[in-house]
C-alpha cells in the first residue's frame, strides 16, 4: 500500500461525492417533468413517442399497472434480444461472420442483459456481431439501466406521497431517463473515452503483421458507444472478453478512473434524488453514508490483500503485490479500486481477473455481492434494494424499544415487512441454492478450473453474481454450459423480479399511508445512530447468511495458502 | 396486461432505433471525424504495412526485442474445434489465466519462469510483471524495472553499448497521470519499434 494508492482512492471518492448532489438535482427535476436544460431539444421527441405509442403522460399507474407494464417491456425485450442472437449470422452488420449464437448461451445472454445482469457467458470479439453488440446490447443496456431507476423512483414516490393511489408511470419514467439522463451523459463519456484510445468503427478486424513477423488479428468495432452505457448503466457487459481489462475497453489509467466514477455516478446521485423527494436531502445522505462506510471497509481490505501479494508469489520473493491477472497500467490500487466498486454497484465489469485475488481479496467482491447490491448498488437497483433494507433496520428498531416503526413519517407495517423480507431472502436462496445443487451434481462441477477451496468459490461466485445481478465472474468457470446457462440464467430472473416486485408493493402500500407529523418519540432517520444501526442490520443478516459459505471457500483458502498448500487439479 | 402491449411494442421499438442504432451510429461518425486515428484502434504503420496497434501488446520472442508480459490467451485447435491451443497476445480472443492463488500450476509456472530469467540476468531482481500475465493478455505495457531488467539481453544481441539501450529505455517511460493516476510504465511495442529505428540510422 503506497500513499499514492490512498490519494487515488480519495479522489475517487471526492469526484463520486461531488457529483451526487448536481445529478440529484437534474435528475429530480427530469422526473417531476420540469424545465431543463435539454427540455427545447428532447421535449418535441418526447412528446412524438407518447403520441406514438398512445400515453397519456398523464395518466399515472398504481404498483400493479406499474409492475406489468415493466414486465409486459421486459418480456418484448426479451424476445428482441433473443432473436437478435439467434439471428445474427443472417443480419447485416457482422463482417466477422460470426454464426448464430446456440439456444442454450442466446437465453443465457438475452436474460442477462434484460436483467441488467449482463453475466459473460458470450466471448464478445469472438461470437458476436457488431449489431448484435448495438441493437442486441447496447439498447438493452439502456433499458435495463432506466427500468432500475424507474423503479427507484416509483419506490421513492411511495415514501414521499400522502394517501395516494399512484407511484407514477412507468412508460414516462422509462422514457425521461433514457431520453434526459442516459443518452447524453452516454454521448459525453463515449466521446471523451474514444479521445483516451477507445475504437469506434464499424470497420472489420485488423490484420497486422507483428515486427517478428507473426499475423495479429486485432479485433475492433463500436467498442465506446457501448462502453459508456455499460458503466453509468452499470450494466458491466463487454464488448471484448477480456471486459474493461482489455486495452481496447480501458486504455488508461485515466480512463479507468472515469468509468469507475461513472459506476457509482447515477447510483449515488439516486440517494440524493430520494432525500429532495421526501423534503429532506439529509435522508438521502444518511443512506450515502451507510453505503460509504461499507465501501471504504471494502476498499481497505481487498487493497490491503493485493498489496500483500499471494502465497505462491511471495513463495518465489517475487515483490510488489498480486500482479497476476492485473494490467500494468491500472496498477494494485487501480485494480483493487475498481474490483470494489464493480460489485458494490451492480456493474459488473472487470479490469482485472477477480478469479486470480488473493483469497481475501476475491471474498470482499463476494460479500459486497451477497449484501445484495447495496452499497450505491446498480442504477437505481441500490436504492430500493437499500431501501428494503432500512424497512428492515427500521423493524428491528421499533422491536428494541416497543414501538410502531415508522420512516419518514410513514408507519411501518406487517405488509411492508413482510416484503421486504421476502426481497432479502430470495436472494440467498438462489446463490447458496444453486451453489448446492452445482457442488453435488456431475454437471455442476464440470465446471471450474481451479481445484480445492478456489473450485467451490469459482461456483459460489458465479451464482452470487447472477442473483445479484452483477454478471462479474471468477472466470476460470466453464459457464457456457447448458447446465450453467440455464441455472444462471434462471438465478438472474429470481433475483432481478423478486426483488422488484416486493419493493414495488411495498412502494404501493406505503403512497397509500397517510404521513404522520414527527413527535418527540419518532427516531430521527438522517443522523450516525440510523447509520450505525442501518450498517449493523445489513453486516449481521449478511454474516449469519453466508459466512458457513465463505468459511468453505476463500477463508479456508486464505488459511491454506498463508500455510504454504497448494492445490492442483487432478490430484 | 393487453392495454400495455401498444405501449410497450412501440416504446421497445421506438427507443431500440435510439439507442441501439442511431446514438452508436452518431457516435462513429462523430469519432471518426474528430478522433479517426483513435476510433480505429490506434493503428501503428511501417513502410506502408500496419505492424500492430499501440495499445494491443504482440507476442515478443527474439532476443533482439524487449518482451512483454505472459500472455494467458488462446485459440481454437485446429486439430479439434472444442479445444483450445496456447496462442500468446491473440488479439481476436482476450481473456486471463484465471489461475487461484494457491493453484499448484500457478506456482509450477512461476518457478520455470523465474529461473529463466534468472539465468538471463543474475544482477537485478526478477521483476513480478515479467512472470505474471495480464487480465486481458494483451497488456501493452511493462513496468520500467522490467524494461530495464532486459538492457543486458537486447543490447549484447543487438552489439550495441547499454548506456544506449538504457537511455531509450529511460525516455520511452511514460509517467503516472498528473503525477497520480496509474503507474508508470513502459509501452513494449513503442520501444522495440524505437530500437529499430536506432538500428536504421
Redesign the interface.
Known sequence: MTL?GW??IA?FCAAVLALAKPLGFYMARVFDGERTLLSPVLVPVERA?YR????DARHEQGWLGYG??ML??HV??FV?LYAVLRLQDLLPLNPAGQGAVAPDLAFNTATSFVTNTNWQNY????TLSYLSQ???L??Q???SAATGIALAMALVRGFARSSAKTVGSF?VD??RC??YV??PL??IL??FL??????????P????????G?K?????G?V???VA?KMLGTNGGGF???NA????EN????S??VQMVAIFALGAAMTNVFGRKVGDERQGWAILAAMGVMFLAGTVVTYWAESAG????N?????????????????IV??ALFAVVTTAASCGA????H?????LG?MIPMINMQLGEIIVGGVGAGLYGMLVFVIVAIFVAGLMVGRTPEYLGKKIEAREVKMAMLAVLCLPLMMLGFTALATVTAAGLAGP????P?GF?EILYAFTSAAANNGSA???LSGNTPFYNTTLGFGMLVGRFFVIIPALAIAGSLAGKAVLPASAGTFPTHGGLFVGLLVGVILIVGGLTFFPSLALGPIV?HF??SAG?????G? | MLSHLRPALVLLVALTAITGLAYPLAITGIAGAIFPAKAAGSLIERDGTIVGSGLIGQSFSSERYFHGRPSATVAPDPADASKTVPAPYNAANSGGANLGPASAALAERLKGDVATLKAENSAQPVPTDLVTTSGSGLDPDISPEAARFQIPRVAKARSIAEEKVAALVASQVQGRWLGVLGEPRVNVLALNLALDDLARK
Open positions: 499514492l490519494i487515488q479522489l413517442l406514438l405509442a398512445g400515453i406489468l407494464a409486459a417491456f418484448l425485450g428482441l466471448g464478445g470479439e469472438s448495438m441493437l442486441g447496447t439498447h443496456n439502456f433499458l412508460w422509462l422514457t433514457t431520453l442516459l443518452l452516454c454521448v463515449a466521446l474514444v479521445f483516451q484510445g477507445m475504437p469506434q468503427t464499424l470497420g478486424y485488423v490484420e497486422a503483421t507483428t515486427l517478428e507473426v495479429q488479428t486485432i479485433a475492433v463500436p465506446a458507444s457501448q452505457i471484448f472478453n477480456a481489462a482489455h486495452p481496447f486504455p488508461t489509467a485515466l479507468n478512473f499471494s502465497p505462491v508469489l513463495a518465489l520473493g517475487l515483490p510488489g503485490g498480486n500482479l497476476e491477472g492485473k494490467e500494468i497500467r491500472f496498477g487501480g485494480s472487470v479490469n482485472a481477473m478469479d486470480a485475488f488473493t483469497a476475491g478450473a481451479n481445484a480445492g478456489h468459490s471468477f472466470g476460470g483458502e491454506a495458502g498448500q497448494t492445490f492442483a487439479t490430484g
